[in-house]
T-cell receptor
Framework: DVKVTQSSRYLVKRTGEKVFLECVQDMDHENMFWYRQDPGLGLRLIYF???????EKGDIPEGYSVSREKKERFSLILESASTNQTSMYLC?????????????FGAGSRLTVL | RKEVEQDPGPFNVPEGATVAFNCTYS??????FFWYRQDCRKEPKLLMSVYSSGNEDGRFTAQLNRASQYISLLIRDSKLSDSATYLC??????????FGTGTSLTVIP
């Protein structure tokens, strides 16, 4: 089974702090994604990457950046955390399986910004 | 207009009931379709892919109607453990995924 590991399950940070969310997948997937999930808004795409050192903006990239220096690792960075970035952050990677592109999520990182 | 729309529910059904969820998508170029299950405060997990001919996995049946651009999930003989949020997910040719906001199901003893 594919494993997508997010390093921190729960974080509490203060406004203005820099926050790193790490994500590692163990199946050599090329496609990796960062989403945030908020009640009533569903999952929204922040950034994605199709290859090492490659990154593309999703629907809500403002206030975030990403890094993909190695294929297995995709990091999300909040340069200066704000209270409206309090959310559940979900990392995912995808693989073509039986003719379908299947998405696997990490366990999520629940961030609270005070 | 949202790419994927679902009735958010909540659906409250007794044990043993049959319940169906529908999901519509706006882009006819959509190529792969899935149902994910998400438990409270957990990540979404793949329940089943949805194939053009329809497919079944135990008590769960998924169907795709490309002409009308909707997919459905039928759960028969509902169990308490089926209580969760069910997400409709659509994959586009550009490798992007689009999500419904989820349908909440509670199975009542």
């Amino acid at each position: 089974d594919v494993k997508v590991t997010q390093s921190s399950r729960y974080l509490v940070k203060r406004t203005g702090e820099k926050v790193f969310l790490e994500c590692v997948q163990d199946m050599d997937h090329e496609n990796m994604f960062w989403y945030r999930q908020d009640p009533g808004l569903g999952l929204r795409l922040i950034y994605f990457s199709y290859d090492v050192k490659m990154k593309e903006k999703g629907d809500i990239p403002e206030g975030y950046s990403v890094s993909r220096e190695k294929k297995e690792r995709f990091s999300l960075i909040l340069e200066s955390a704000s209270t409206n970035q309090t959310s559940m952050y979900l990392c995912a990677s995808s693989l073509w399986l039986s003719g379908a592109n299947v998405l696997t999520f990490g366990a999520g990182s629940r961030l609270t910004v005070l | 207009r949202k790419e994927v729309e679902q009735d958010p529910g909540p659906f409250n059904v007794p044990e043993g009931a049959t319940v169906a969820f529908n999901c519509t998508y706006s882009n006819s170029a959509s190529q792969s379709f899935f149902w994910y299950r998400q438990d409270c405060r957990k990540e979404p997990k793949l329940l089943m892919s949805v194939y053009s001919s329809g497919n079944e996995d135990g008590r769960f049946t998924a169907q795709l109607n490309r002409a009308s651009q909707y997919i459905s999930l039928l759960i028969r003989d509902s169990k308490l453990s089926d209580s969760a949020t069910y997400l409709c997910v659509v994959n586009m040719p550009d490798n992007q995924f689009y999500f419904g906001t989820g349908t909440s199901l509670t199975v009542i003893p």
